[in-house]
């Protein structure tokens, strides 16, 4: 688990660095590199969140039985991995709709309006993000602690 959370947080880290330096130079990033730049923050702070959860478990087994370190460790997790999800989706449907070909005006409006809707749909899967993982650190905390 150590050397697959240091992989990932290392490639994730150039990615990131990358589309930092282009940025730097640039001034201005297409949408496209905004996105792959939050999906590599997002990657690196979930393997940062697992590799610490994995670090406490291991040198710290009495902090992890702690109902409140437990329900923030299970949100965290659950965010980090929602958020990493719902930008995944947005890369997906953002590639899609700009690499169709389609005459129809509607499709015309949508793959000329969607670059301005994209940091309003990524500040949106933050929040829905949040929401459902809030449930997730409840559930856990009552479930540990009916537990003799």
């Known amino acids: ?71 923030a460790a299970v949100t965290m997790a659950m965010f980090f991995h929602l958020t990493h999800l719902w930008i995944t989706s947005v890369l997906c449907v953002f590639y899609c709709v700009k690499i169709t070909t389609y005459s129809h005006k509607k499709f015309i409006f949508l793959k000329s309006g969607v670059s301005g809707l994209i940091p309003w749909v990524m500040v949106a899967s933050l929040l829905m993000s949040l929401l459902f993982s809030l449930p997730a650190g409840w559930c856990s905390y009552k479930t540990q602690h009916r537990l003799p």
């Open 1 to 71: 688990m150590l050397a697959e959370c240091f992989a990932g947080i290392i490639v994730n880290s150039f990615i990131v660095a990358v589309q930092l330096v282009r940025w730097k130079v640039v001034k201005s990033l297409e949408i496209c590199h905004q996105i792959l730049t939050c999906l590599g923050v997002s990657r690196i702070c979930c393997q940062l969140q697992s590799l610490i959860f994995f670090l406490f478990g291991l040198y710290c087994p009495w902090l992890v039985q702690g109902y409140v370190f437990l329900a």
